[in-house]
């Protein structure tokens, strides 16, 4: 019965706020249509002023992965994380969240395909895609389309954000699935 009502509702969700707005521009004499396009046009300006940034970002992380830092770190990385009691093969997922959410769903798909999405790591996986963010893509889009230059704290917060997500992810997972 409750699936049914959460199907229901997930369904008409979308087209249900769309006519909201519809109905409560019109009452407000708001012109929808015309303000619409405005956002859209602003919304587009926006995205050509970040296709530098974007760029930037994703040869870097091309770089970093095709250049083998990315494998050197996971290396170096390793005995740190077994410590916290990390199975070795969550960590380029753990490397590659802050920078890219597409590779990072990547790697946590071919994980969870491997070990099997009931295993430990495989739900390790899914807690980490849960509990840490794309800190670097996130930066990018808001603070380029904003135009802001100085960013190091935002950085570091970001970053220290994410170790939180991780480590967290790890005492869970540990505790109730190790």
């Known amino acids: 019965m409750l699936e049914s009502i959460l199907n229901q509702v997930s369904r008409w969700a979308i087209p249900a706020l769309f006519f909201i707005f519809l109905f409560l521009g019109s009452i407000r004499r708001v012109p ?14 926006t995205a050509v ?3 530098p940034y974007l760029v930037a970002m994703f040869v870097a992380i091309k770089v970093f992965r095709a250049s083998g830092a990315m494998g ?16 070795a ?19 946590a798909t071919e994980l969870i395909k491997t070990y099997g999405p009931d295993s430990l790591i ?11 963010d794309t800190t670097f893509f996130v930066l990018t889009i808001y ?15 970001g970053l220290l954000a994410d170790l939180t997500g991780l480590l967290t992810s790890l005492f869970i997972c540990n505790r109730l699935f190790g």
């Open 72 to 87: 050197l770190l996971a290396q170096i990385l390793a005995p740190v994380l077994e410590l916290l009691g990390a199975p």
């Open 122 to 132: 495989g739900r390790l996986a899914s807690v980490m895609q849960g509990s840490t």
């Open 143 to 157: 603070f380029g389309s904003a135009g802001i230059k100085r960013y190091r704290h935002a950085i570091f917060l």
């Open 32 to 45: 929808v249509y015309e303000a619409f396009i405005q956002g859209a046009s602003e919304g587009f300006q």
């Open 49 to 51: 002023r970040i296709i």
């Open 89 to 107: 093969e969550v960590l380029p997922l753990a490397l590659m969240r802050p920078l890219s959410g597409s590779s990072a769903l990547g790697i």
